[in-house]
């Protein structure tokens, strides 16, 4: 049976590859490049944004994650399994960001502070096995110290000094994974600091930030091994009238300070898009990261799916050769279905839209725009989309010895009876 449907397979991909070639596309190229595309998951799906901590706090940070699912991971042991089978659901090979709070300390209380490398050892030595690069995420959030609302930002100068030295180690931590890893390790900060309703002092914070974040990347790290990030927030919940690190003030920091701009697709407003400003922020720095998540309304991070903004963030890294300069991440959470399964959803749709648009016959569009006929730019444009991409997908994943189609759930319902069900 797994013969047949093989072969089949292979022959509408073979008709797939016909059809594009006519239009001056060689999908197996686009395969290869594929291939070398990793997309870093984000280990917080997996439990709900919990962490190890052994804390009382609870999820702040104007944070949430709906729905109560059974299944989640409760350890560490417990989170690299159930990620163990998503990567071998996807076709290629991937990396993992982890948050400061996934650290293993042997159930004894580390503040964040005192943070080291040791305590994201067995994180190390799993990705290193599993052949897998390392990013990592300071944590800004459900945190005594974070219980106003207010961090980097804070008035209070004794915990602005405590969040600066998270900040630090932190760097020192994803420095160590991406030296024994071989691959740079993304620090990324993000803050929550911010006011529900409208302030009267915008700068105070702002200026108070900036000198918590000159503090923070005083030292020069190794870009062999390591790449400094900030990221913005148009608003969250319990910060809707300000955020103090919002789009304008992270992206004048990242330009003055040669760093890496995260944009987060659910970060903005409603109607506002990242893929149009890929092409923008990358005229004025080398690399960003992308958080890819989808915004429903005022919330940001329902799973991803291959939606119109996902399709158009890919063609936007495609078009603009990109790819070499551009960190993918995922970034939700979801508790209200299997968790597993909502990484894979993710990660699969992520890939899709990057094959999509590597089948593309991007110079053919372009010539079309130089000449202005955007009648017939408008109309290929439109043609393109019944093109039998998924025949060449189904053949990548098979190639790729990842799930080919629907296949994928199978393996998740029986992972969810063998293990999810008995925790």
Not at 260 to 277: F, Q, R
Not at 326 to 354: Q, Y
Not at 392 to 398: A, E, F, K, M, T
């Amino acid at each position: 049976m797994k013969k047949s449907t093989d072969s089949r397979i292979a022959q509408c991909y073979q008709i797939a590859r016909e059809v594009y070639a006519s239009h001056g596309v060689d999908t197996e190229a686009a395969m290869r490049r594929l291939a070398k595309v990793a997309v870093s998951l984000h280990c917080w799906q997996g439990d709900d944004v919990g962490g190890f901590e052994k804390s009382e706090e609870g999820l702040t940070g104007g944070i949430q994650a709906t729905g109560n699912y059974p299944g989640k991971a409760r350890n560490a042991d417990e989170l690299r399994s159930d990620l163990e089978m998503v990567y071998r659901l996807l076709p290629g090979k991937h990396r993992l960001s982890l948050h400061a709070i996934y650290a293993e300390t042997n159930g004894k209380r580390v503040d964040r502070t005192e943070l080291k490398p040791e305590h994201f050892a067995r994180w190390i030595d799993w990705a290193k096995d599993q052949k897998l690069g390392l990013d990592f995420n300071s944590t800004f959030f459900s945190h005594p110290k974070s219980r106003s609302g207010f961090t980097l930002a804070h008035p209070d100068g004794g915990i602005r000094k405590f969040w600066i030295e998270h900040g630090i180690v932190c760097r020192k931590i994803g420095e160590q994974m991406g030296r024994r890893l071989g691959t740079p390790c993304v620090t990324n900060v993000w803050i929550p600091d911010g006011y529900k309703d409208l302030p009267i002092d915008r700068k105070t914070p702002r200026l108070a930030l900036r000198k918590s974040l000159d503090a923070i990347f005083a030292e020069k790290l190794d870009p062999r091994f390591h790449l400094d990030c900030v990221e913005p927030k148009l608003f969250g919940i319990g910060s809707e009238s300000c955020v103090i690190g919002s789009h304008e003030f992270y992206l004048g920091y990242a330009v003055a300070n040669k760093m890496m701009l995260c944009l987060d697709a659910g970060h903005y407003h409603p109607t506002e898009v990242i893929s149009d400003k890929i092409s923008a922020v990358l005229t004025f720095l080398d690399e960003i990261l992308l958080h890819v998540s989808r915004g429903v309304h005022w919330d940001s991070d329902h799973v991803v799916i291959l939606s119109d903004e996902l399709e158009a963030i890919a063609a936007e890294l495609v078009r603009g050769d990109y790819l070499d300069r551009v960190h993918i991440g995922l970034d939700f959470f979801d508790a209200s279905i299997n968790r597993v399964a909502a990484w894979t959803i993710g990660a699969r749709s992520m890939l899709k839209a990057l094959l999509i648009a590597l089948l593309e016959p991007t110079p053919r569009l372009r010539e079309y725009e130089r000449k202005e006929d955007y009648t017939a730019r408008l109309a290929m444009i439109e043609e393109l989309k019944t093109l039998p991409f998924g025949a060449v997908w189904d053949y990548h994943c098979l190639k790729q010895g990842a799930a080919v189609g629907p296949k994928w759930l199978e393996e998740v319902k029986d992972y969810e009876a063998r293990v999810l069900a008995k925790r």
